[in-house]
C-alpha cells in the first residue's frame, strides 16, 4: 500500500479497443486526467491535440486537452461519452477525478480500504 488508492477501469477511445487504464483516486481532482502516455495507448492523437485548458497541480500549471473517451467501465458499470482531459506535462499516473466519481451514490475510505457504492 502507497498511501493512494488505485482502480482500474476498462476505457475504449478513439481507437475502437477496450484498454484498461490504472489510475489514482483523487477527490482533490476535479476532473478525470489521462497521462500522456495512457492518452496514446487509448489511441489519441498527442501532436493533433488542442491544449487550450490549464490546470493547477502539485508541480504547478500546465496545460490540458479536453476529449470524450466513448465507454468506461469500472466493476461493470459503464458509461459513454466521459468526459477527460489530457495532461500536457508529466503526472505519475491518471487521475480518477470527481467529474467521474460523483456518478457513484458513495464513496468511502474505510482504513486502508476505498469502497465505492453503484
Known sequence: FDGQYHLELTITGPNGVPTPVRFIVDT????????????????????????????????????????RLDEVTLEGH???????????GELHGSLLGMGYLERFSRIEILRDRLRITF
Open 28 to 67: 482533490g481532482a476535479s476532473e478525470m486526467v489521462l497521462t500522456r502516455q495512457d492518452a496514446a495507448k487509448l489511441g489519441f492523437d498527442l501532436a493533433g491535440l488542442n491544449y487550450h485548458g490549464v490546470a493547477s497541480t502539485a508541480n504547478g500549471m500546465t496545460r490540458t486537452a479536453l476529449v
Open 78 to 88: 459503464e458509461a459513454q461519452n466521459v468526459r477527460a482531459l489530457i495532461n500536457e
